[in-house]
């Protein structure tokens, strides 16, 4: 099981970034997918989630009405659109596979969003 997130680097404050998380060995359509961020000197949060059933996304308070996830079960695909982004939004940004009927629970190795003042 492979997820690869793509997308990140550096931005202006304002300005907007798009996130990519591709799977591969698993099951998309099976999963719960999220994405989760990780600023330096701080724990891992999450902030956006999206369930295999469909329905309403999860954003955390300090995202909701900026970021957008979304997810395209026939590309194996979860994104991420972010717009208005803040200083406080630099961290590294993961993507988690989750299906707790199988019991598993996959991450990715991470991508650097950086937004400059």
């Known amino acids: 099981v492979q997820l690869q997130a793509s997308g990140g680097g550096l931005v202006q404050a304002g300005g907007s970034l798009g996130l990519s998380c591709t799977a591969s060995?698993?099951?998309?359509?099976?999963?719960?997918m999220a994405w989760f961020r990780q600023a330096p000197g701080q724990e891992r949060e999450l902030i956006a989630a999206?369930?295999?059933?469909?329905?309403?996304?999860y954003y955390a308070d300090s995202v909701k009405g900026r970021f957008t996830i979304s997810r395209d079960n026939a590309k194996n695909t979860m994104y991420l659109q972010m717009n208005s982004l803040e200083p406080k939004d630099t961290a590294v940004y993961y993507c988690?596979?989750?299906?707790?009927?199988?019991?598993?629970?996959?991450w990715g190795k991470g991508t650097l969003v950086t937004v400059s003042s």
């Open positions: 988690n596979a989750n299906a707790p009927l199988f019991g598993t629970d996959y």
């Open positions: 060995g698993l099951t998309f359509r099976n999963y719960h």
């Open positions: 999206s369930r295999r059933s469909g329905g309403q996304p």
